[in-house]
């Protein structure tokens, strides 16, 4: 079965800093895409960034980017020049179309500090 | 573009009535709706995977009479919350992916706070 790890269930940045959360997942297949979502105090789920497991280069999306280990099974998102807007839950999500559904990791609140 | 739309945003209603949410893809094609729950400080968990025109896939506990999903065409998707109790209230969340090749990509609705009196 696959499942998602966040090891971080909150974290505080300084505006301007940078920050990283991690995601660690399992699965046995070789063809999946990976997801970090944002859910800010509004609760509006929005797609902060995706990668596709087959590219080796790593997704980027303006401030946001990813470092993708597929041999780890890591997918950790670097947060650079944080603004106050950051401040929401994000979550890591797994998706591979054999379950053609989502597994979300429990979250990590994080918090940016003006 | 990729425009989740949720209706109501926020319901209150009695014990026992039931409810109905909408959600609407509104400038892409949903092939496929998912709908999560999703409770306070807590993660999405996915209830049910719904396709245009077939019946939806519920999720392991999810009681499919309680919980009843129509999709009935490629921008709609409705969650009917049938004789509702207080336990059931929550935060409901859909979400619509669209067709191939972008099918892996889900784009989420605003949500509908249901509290149930």
């Known amino acids: 079965a696959q499942t998602v790890t966040q090891s971080q269930p909150e974290m505080s940045v300084q505006e301007a800093e940078t920050v990283t959360l991690s995601c660690t997942y399992d699965?046995?297949?070789?063809?999946?895409?990976l997801f970090w979502y944002k859910q800010p105090p509004s609760r509006q789920m929005i797609l902060v960034i995706r990668?596709?497991?087959?590219?080796?280069q790593n997704a980027t999306e303006n401030r946001f980017s990813v470092n993708f280990q597929k041999a780890a099974k890591s997918f950790s998102l670097k947060i650079s020049d944080s603004q106050l807007g950051d401040t929401a839950m994000y979550f890591c999500?797994?998706?591979?179309?054999?379950?053609?559904?989502?597994?979300f990791g429990t979250g990590t609140r994080l918090k940016v500090l003006a | 573009g990729a425009v989740v739309s949720q209706h109501p945003s926020r319901v209150i209603c009695k014990s026992g009535t039931s409810v109905k949410i909408e959600c609407r893809s509104l400038?892409?094609?949903?092939?496929?709706m998912f709908w999560y729950r999703q409770f306070p400080k807590q993660s999405l968990m996915l209830m049910a995977t719904?396709?245009?025109?077939?019946?939806?896939?519920?999720e392991q506990g999810v009681e499919k009479d309680k919980f009843l999903i129509n999709h009935a065409s490629l921008t709609l998707s409705t969650l009917t919350v049938t004789s509702a109790h207080p336990e059931d209230s929550s935060f409901y969340i859909c979400?619509?992916?669209?067709?191939?090749?972008?099918?892996?990509?889900?784009?989420f609705g605003p949500g509908t706070r249901l509290t149930v009196l």
């Open positions: 979400s619509a992916s669209s067709k191939p090749p972008d099918t892996d990509t889900q784009y």
């Open positions: 699965t046995s297949e070789n063809n999946y895409y």
């Open positions: 990668q596709e497991a087959y590219k080796q």
């Open positions: 999500a797994f998706f591979t179309s054999g379950t053609y559904k989502y597994i």
């Open positions: 400038d892409f094609q949903a092939t496929t």
């Open positions: 719904s396709n245009e025109g077939s019946k939806a896939t519920y």
